[in-house]
């Protein structure tokens, strides 16, 4: 350091660094600002016409994405528990059919699935599902299994041994005690893990859009393809009003999962 220069303490040099980092942002805020034509945004991305066109479509599209989430959900987290059970088996084969399961639908992009239950299974096996909801829900329900599968099993195995222990030598039987004691606290214990789950199901549901859907079936994503392609002003602004209506969604739900962290967090759960 040269004579008579004197040394900047940390708190001033975390502070420079604060006002560069402020400066650097402002900089490319003005910058984007500058740069885009807000003539054309309001017309094609900020359009409140098109709003109003849209409107009316929009709760319908909500609660089918609403109900496809819930109902692939469900055949995830049954599924998803038969599939740690499995993992934890003492039986080999169910072992390694179990990994097989997780490791492959881990793998594969969840819209080639959708596409596959969409096109390939019905011509495949000459099955027709009974409603749009079944085949979404088995498409997405079986690719978040594979998730949900790895969450359970690691609230399963932190389940103390002590408990298991207790309830043997009260007279209950491996499955009882699986039943009673271990599934409802591993259940408690990866509440938050499995929320967040939900939330990207929920996003996941926007994948859909690929299928042959008739427009009482639209999802959020579908609709706002629909209208960009049926709209000569303003298409873009469905991508918008859907952005928001996605929000509506996974904010609470995210809030959710952030609660039950603390709530588990706090009462000393893994």
Not at 16 to 24: D, L
Not at 30 to 58: C, H, I, Y
Not at 250 to 257: D, M, Q, V
């Amino acid at each position: 350091m040269p004579p008579g220069r004197a040394r900047m303490s940390p708190r001033k040099r975390a502070r420079y660094s604060r006002v560069v980092q402020y400066g650097v942002l402002v900089v490319i805020v003005v910058a984007v600002v500058m740069g885009t034509d807000w003539s054309n945004m309001r017309e094609q991305v900020f359009n409140l016409e098109a709003v109003q066109k849209m409107a009316s479509d929009v709760p319908y599209a909500f609660v089918n994405t609403v109900k496809y989430t819930a109902s692939a959900f469900a055949v995830a987290l049954a599924l998803g528990l038969v599939l740690a059970l499995m993992k934890l088996s003492s039986v080999r084969l169910y072992r390694i059919v179990a990994t097989g399961y997780v490791e492959f639908f881990r793998g594969v992009p969840a819209l080639l699935v959708v596409l596959a239950f969409a096109y390939i299974v019905p011509v495949a096996f000459q099955v027709r599902f009974s409603s749009v909801t079944v085949t979404i829900a088995l498409a997405l329900g079986m690719v978040s299994a594979a998730y949900l599968a790895e969450t359970l099993r690691a609230g399963l195995q932190a389940v103390p041994k002590g408990q298991v222990e207790a309830a043997r030598s009260l007279g209950m039987t491996s499955g009882q005690t699986m039943r009673s004691v271990v599934i409802p606290q591993a259940f408690r214990m990866v509440l938050p893990p499995v929320t967040n789950e939900i939330v990207l199901l929920t996003k996941d549901t926007s994948l859909i859009y690929v299928m042959g859907l008739a427009v009482p079936d639209y999802d959020l994503t579908r609709l706002a393809r629909y209208t960009l392609n049926n709209v000569a002003v303003g298409g873009l602004t469905a991508f918008v009003v859907v952005g928001i209506a996605y929000l509506m969604i996974t904010i609470p739900l995210s809030a959710l999962t952030r609660w039950l962290e603390r709530k588990t967090g706090s009462k000393g759960h893994v």
